[in-house]
């Protein structure tokens, strides 16, 4: 038993092979469980979900359709983007959302609320209306909806 170590975690006796390193350096535990902690920290690792996120922004908005007042379902509320303009793929809500979820160093939450003004939440009725051109948001749609967006002037 003296090429056999004993691992700290499942407790048997595996060969000394199992505990080293490539660098040369011995592990308390063997690969095998080494390995199976690692993925269980990446699991546990704490960092917001992306659908935490996505209730967040919507809470943010009023949880409701601001065309009907719809919200019964909150997975029916879609955010809609309010003036056409050509959008940089850096600075789509989605894309934003994503670097807010996976990287730490861009965690602004201001900065989602910003991009968030630009847009409204509607159903996913009111929304496909829209886009089929049933009805407008035009300037007393906003004002009665109370978004605090005002469209960009010409150049």
């Not at 967040?56 to 983007?81: I, M, N, V």
Request: charged share 30%.
């Amino acid at each position: 038993m003296s090429d056999s170590l004993l691992c700290s975690r499942c407790k048997q006796y595996k060969p000394e092979t199992e505990f080293r390193a490539k660098s040369g350096r011995i592990y308390s535990a063997c690969r095998n469980c080494r390995r199976e902690y690692g993925r269980e920290w990446m699991r546990n690792k704490q960092r917001p979900s992306h659908a935490a996120i996505w209730e967040l922004l919507r809470h943010a908005c009023g949880d409701k359709c601001t065309r009907c007042g719809y919200s019964e379902f909150p997975s029916a509320l879609e955010f809609h983007l309010i003036a056409e303009r050509d959008v940089e793929p850096d600075t789509v809500l989605a894309n934003m959302v994503n670097r807010f979820v996976y990287s730490p160093t861009e965690r602004m939450w201001s900065d989602l609320l910003d991009k968030v003004d630009a847009h409204v939440l509607l159903c996913s009725n009111c929304r496909q209306a829209l886009r089929a051109g049933d009805w407008e948001i035009d300037e007393a749609n906003r004002l009665k909806i109370g978004l605090n967006y005002s469209p960009r002037q010409p150049s």
